[in-house]
């Protein structure tokens, strides 16, 4: 997913571009089925779909790609150890099935139409044919299916997992993009700053909120995508949660961060850390108990001392947090009509 968003964003690049995606995965390998990467005509490249072992041999495969402008699917078999198979010897016990398609005009409109709506915080389903190269269709909840598909859509489960399927009698590659989680920082201290770095190089949207305006300012915290200055009351009016969220409260004051808790704390948001131990966190709670869905004291317990080490410790636990399928168990079936 990770790889996606920045596909996303450079969309409108005035270059061809082709797109490979892992849509199998037998045994072990370096990512999981959906994960893409971009191939420019120029020779560049963005993202990666191994530790460096498959890159260079795709850049000749999509050479074809860009001359035929046809979509075509590989087969690498990484369980070899020698140079005896396609030249690599990666030894990474497993095979990986990869899409190779170029980005036409009507794929990257259909692409721009999916990077809205995951920044409305709305998830898409892709669906791919495997056996009728080229055709696609990006489904979500509430609107209608778009794309290039021939032919009635079918029934389809809403499933964190990316995997080929069968539909209908025929192979389907499905995936589901999630909008990308957002880490909301209300504190811009010294100690946030960190944290807000590792969080933006791990993939995250990040806001940093904060009344001090010595604090917060975008030289203290360069890679965030928003700074709000403001006290907690104007800030919260100023922002909309969603399930994709991840809310941490660090602003050392015990008022501003018990406004904040109480607020914050029946929204639907996927993360709710808390900085401090668990009895400052029951006082900001008037000493009533630490609901489950509160992280307090936040971060995994790595013994970590400092800012840097905390804002690791955080970052592994909101990172298995969000690995976590968002749907434990799917009762909801997405019925597309012929």
């Known amino acids: 997913m990770d790889d996606f968003y920045q596909i996303l964003d450079v969309l409108d690049y005035p270059k061809e571009k082709v797109i490979a995606t892992i849509i199998g995965v037998e045994g072990s390998a370096y990512k999981k089925e959906g994960s893409s990467m971009l191939f420019f005509s120029d020779g560049t490249q963005l993202g990666m ?32 150890e020698d140079d005896l198979d396609w030249g690599q ?42 056996d009728d190269l080229g055709e696609y269709v990006f489904i979500e909840e509430d609107g209608e299916p778009f794309g290039n598909w021939s032919g009635p859509l079918p029934t389809i489960e809403f499933t964190s997992k990316s995997g080929s399927i069968t539909r209908d009698g025929s ?23 960190p944290l807000a770095s590792l969080a933006a190089e791990t993939g995250f949207s990040v806001v940093v909120c904060d009344w001090r305006e010595t604090f917060c300012q975008k030289e203290h915290f360069p890679s965030a995508d928003k700074i709000l200055q403001g006290f907690p009351i104007d800030l919260l009016q100023q922002i909309s949660f969603s399930p994709y969220d ?32 668990k009895e400052r966190t029951r006082r900001l709670l008037n000493n009533e108990g630490i609901p489950s869905g509160i992280f307090s004291p936040m971060g995994v317990a790595i013994g970590a001392k400092g800012p840097a080490e905390i804002a690791v410790s955080v970052m592994a636990q909101m990172i298995e947090v969000w690995r976590k399928p968002l749907h434990e168990r799917i009762e909801l079936l997405w019925t597309i009509p012929d």
């Open 49 to 80: 779909l191994t530790a460096g072992c498959l890159e260079e041999d795709l850049a000749l495969k999509v050479r074809e790609v860009f001359k035929k402008q046809e979509a075509i699917i590989l087969q690498y078999d990484m369980y070899m």
């Open 89 to 130: 010897g990666a030894g990474c016990n497993g095979t990986i099935d990869i899409l190779i398609e170029p980005v036409t005009e009507q794929l990257t409109e259909d692409l721009l139409m999916v990077k809205e709506l995951l920044s409305q915080h709305k998830p898409v389903i892709a669906l791919k044919k495997l």
């Open 171 to 193: 192979p389907v590659f499905q995936q589901t993009f999630y909008p990308k989680p957002r880490l909301i920082i209300f504190g811009a201290g010294p100690d946030a700053r």
């Open 246 to 277: 991840f809310v941490v409260i660090m602003t050392h004051q015990f008022k501003r961060d018990q406004e904040l808790l109480t607020n914050i704390l029946n929204k639907n948001i996927r993360y709710l850390g808390v900085l401090g131990p």
